[in-house]
Nanobody, 128 residues
Framework: QVQLQESGPGLVKPSQTLSLTCTVS??????????WSWIRQPPGKGLEWMGV???????YYSPSLKSRTSISRDTSKNQFSLQLSSVTPEDTAVYYC????????????????????WGQGTQVTVSS
């Protein structure tokens, strides 16, 4: 059973960088052909796919967030991380990490129905 757990600060000041880590157990983040994403849900809104790091280390980002987003991984710890720079109150959301089922390619990664394992989510508030 794959388990994902988000961790990081719950409060970030405007203009700072939001940093979150997802720790994965029960499966390796380097196993073909799974991919590992960050997805968020602002209050009162739907889920928003932010970006992904695939089993081979390749990354893809939402065009609307690409200039501010970076996803990396530490294979020795079986973790992957999100950095979102220059945050504003509009970045306040519940942030989830999640894994796709067996799939490959951008069209698969942005389809939220492809995700079979999710973390419980972590609330991040951007406020001074």
């Amino acid at each position: 059973q794959v388990q994902l757990q988000e961790s990081g600060p719950g409060l970030v000041k405007p203009s700072q960088t939001l940093s979150l880590t997802c720790t994965v157990s029960g499966g390796s983040i380097t196993t073909s052909y799974y991919a590992w994403s960050w997805i968020r849900q602002p209050p009162g809104k739907g889920l928003e796919w932010m970006g992904v790091i695939a089993y081979d280390g390749s990354t893809y980002y939402s065009p609307s967030l690409k200039s501010r987003t970076s996803i990396s991984r530490d294979t020795s710890k079986n973790q992957f991380s999100l950095q979102l720079s220059s945050v504003t109150p509009e970045d306040t959301a519940v942030y989830y990490c999640a894994r796709t089922g067996y799939c490959s390619g951008y069209g698969c990664y942005i389809n939220l129905y492809e995700y079979d394992y999710w973390g419980q989510g972590t609330q991040v508030t951007v406020s001074s």
